[in-house]
């Protein structure tokens, strides 16, 4: 059913009454789980992602096998659960799609992570996606980056993720296309939109998916809306670690 | 009997596992983390924690397990059923003087699904729960009949139940209770079609209707896990407990129609005063059987003993040294364990009363 965003040059509001440089509501929360190393809970709108990080642990495979003896690796699981979505779902973890996301968040991390430290180990990041509502990697990544802070993994900063779109898809209007920040599910179905990660506060950008079709003239817009969202996600991942952080100074002083 | 080499295998020596023996042993049951023996761990209950699933809820154990359960349902045309109609058509006046008595469900429209982290969907452990947890469930066809819209058309609900830590402990306790409370939470549009007609429902949310409505009795069914050694019997048992249990039960209870007169074999003792039924009981295959033996002194070579061939001396139970049990349990243990989740007053009711209080937050 294809979306009606006609309606979006009338009033500049969006189907969910946001403009086009706003965030969905977006809420973290960190140290969940306590059986594991680390865990977080993330949600953005109505996607959300539980994760919990195990690691850095001793190679379970033969280490030849992993091919890397002098830094830790990182291996991605995510499994969709089968009521995440509108209607009931099970998704097999061959999974075409979930594997390509695996792959990406395993890279983003490999490289910020001082995978050095740890020679010989791995980090096994797991991601349970409870419930499915668009930008789904940029959730991913989010809560793969409070957990793996809650497991305690040094790494160089905050790996911070948001969507941009843009409003039509056709060159016919040009100049009126806006571009948008954090699409929910209804609007990735119809419009073109990429995935942006960035690292730290210096725009330095550390993932960049895109599968649909768009306009080059375009591209630059949106890729500076994304990375200025991604700036606003990490004010809030901020506010999160760093009260987490202020609970555990307070416990330790009594 | 159910498989428990899917459990990682406690690390504990025969002398480590001869101590936690004795103490459980003991009168009264000395735990490990000081709870009575009929004292559960605490958890941490959630519920409707899902806006897109009908109903959803999530338990925390204090060992950190975790798990959450979704429950989805979705609006499936029925299998016309021949041999039903016959029925219905020789007894036609009957059945319509009974009104609703036509309602029937069908085993089906129930689907579970278990997830365990580390486990392929086809390995015995998830395969084996979600068979128990679906037998509690359907064992009255009382369930299934919930989920009846009409002639044509029926509910088909889907119950995921992931575990999103490592199994620490026999995760059946955590995985029924969360069910029970995601069941508990679980509402359904309210129809507004009438009879056979293609089904239509109120798309208000606020007017659906419990699955579960609080004003009956009927409750989802709950699993219990309890254990005995000697003649202690001990409730919600921990990984170590279990390592060295000599019986471990199953056991599934759901609240009762007050109508309800159960009818069993097994003299299970008081029953009548309580307000629980039994659904089921399965044993299942202690993981202290595979444990290894302690060897006494007399017959240890490495203390000045001497090896010996005789079987009598060798299989001597010894104070102090771990033996793993053999043999089945004994009628009358069972009875009583049953008993003790049953009664007036008992584990089995404080569970469920526990868990319903969290549905009404």
Not at chain 2, 8 to 27: D, I, K, N, R
Not at chain 2, 259 to 281: H, I, Q
Not at chain 2, 307 to 336: C, F, H, Q, Y
Request: proline share 5%; charged share 25%.
């Amino acid at each position: 059913m294809p979306l009606d965003t006609s309606t979006y040059s009338l009033a500049l509001l969006r189907l969910d009454g946001r403009r086009w440089n706003e965030l969905r509501r977006l809420t973290a929360q960190i140290s969940t789980q306590a059986s594991a190393d680390g865990s977080s809970f993330l949600s953005m709108g109505n996607t959300k992602v539980i994760c919990t990080v195990t690691g850095p642990s001793e190679v379970k495979a033969a280490p030849g096998a992993s091919g890397r003896g002098d830094e830790a690796v990182v291996s991605v699981e995510i499994s969709v659960a089968g009521f995440s979505g509108v209607e009931r779902k099970r998704r097999g973890k061959g999974d075409k799609r979930i594997y390509e996301m695996q792959t990406t968040i395993a890279t983003a991390f490999q490289a910020t992570l001082f995978t050095h430290l740890y020679p010989r180990s791995t980090i096994t990041i797991s991601l349970h996606i409870l419930s499915l509502d668009g930008s789904l990697l940029a959730t991913c990544l989010n809560a793969s980056t409070l957990a793996l802070i809650d497991a305690g993994v040094p790494m160089r900063d905050y790996i911070c993720a948001t969507t941009a779109g843009s409003t039509s898809s056709y060159s016919s209007n040009d100049e009126k296309a806006d571009p948008l920040l954090d699409l929910n599910g209804s609007e990735e179905l119809e419009l073109p939109f990429l995935t942006v990660a960035t690292c730290g506060t210096e725009d330095e950008v550390s993932v960049l998916v895109m599968e649909t079709r768009v306009q080059v003239g375009r591209l630059e817009g949106m890729l500076a809306v994304g990375v200025d969202g991604c700036k606003q996600v990490r004010d809030i991942l901020d506010v999160v670690v760093r009260a987490r952080g202020k609970r555990i100074l307070e416990g330790s002083q009594l | 009997m159910a498989p428990s080499s899917a459990l990682q295998q406690v690390l504990l020596s025969p002398a480590e596992l001869s101590y936690l023996h004795t103490s459980l042993a003991s009168t009264p049951p000395i735990r490990p983390d000081g709870r009575t023996s009929r004292q559960f761990r605490p958890l941490i209950a959630e519920s409707n924690i899902l806006p897109g699933t009908n109903g959803s809820a999530r338990i925390c154990f204090d060992d950190g397990t975790e798990a959450i359960v979704g429950a989805k349902a979705e609006v499936e045309k029925s299998r016309p059923v021949f041999a039903a109609r016959e029925e219905e058509g020789e007894g036609e006046e009957m059945a319509e003087g009974q009104g609703e008595g036509g309602e029937r469900g069908r085993n089906e429209w129930v689907d579970i699904s278990v997830e365990i982290p580390g486990m392929r969907d086809d390995d015995s452990m998830p395969v084996f729960l979600s068979a128990l947890l679906s037998e509690a469930l359907l064992a009255d066809g009382g369930f299934t009949r919930k989920l009846w819209i009409n002639r044509r058309f029926h509910w088909k609900l889907y119950i995921d139940i992931l575990l999103l830590s490592q199994p620490l402990s026999y995760p059946l306790p955590l995985l029924s209770l969360t069910t029970h409370l995601a069941l508990l939470a679980t509402r359904l549009p309210r129809l507004k079609s009438e009879k056979d007609e293609d089904p239509m429902f109120d798309d208000d949310w606020e007017a659906s209707v419990f699955l579960f409505p609080q004003s009956q009795t009927a409750k989802p069914p709950a699993t219990l896990l309890v254990m005995a050694v000697s003649s202690n019997i001990i409730f919600d048992p921990s990984k170590e407990e279990l390592a060295v249990a000599e019986v471990v039960l199953a056991v599934s209870i759901s609240s009762s129609p007050s109508s309800f007169t159960p009818e069993s074999e097994m003299d299970v003792g008081e029953r009548k005063g309580g307000s629980l039924k039994l659904l089921a009981v399965r044993t299942i295959d202690p993981p202290s059987r595979l444990t290894h033996p302690g060897v006494p002194n007399v017959v240890n070579t490495a203390t000045g003993g001497t090896a010996t061939d005789n079987m009598e001396m060798a299989m001597a139970r010894e104070e102090g040294v771990w033996k793993s049990p053999r043999g089945g349990a004994k009628r009358k243990l069972i009875a009583e364990m049953i008993r003790k989740v049953l009664e007036k007053g008992g584990v089995g009711e404080e569970v469920l009363d526990g868990l319903e209080a969290v549905g009404l937050e």
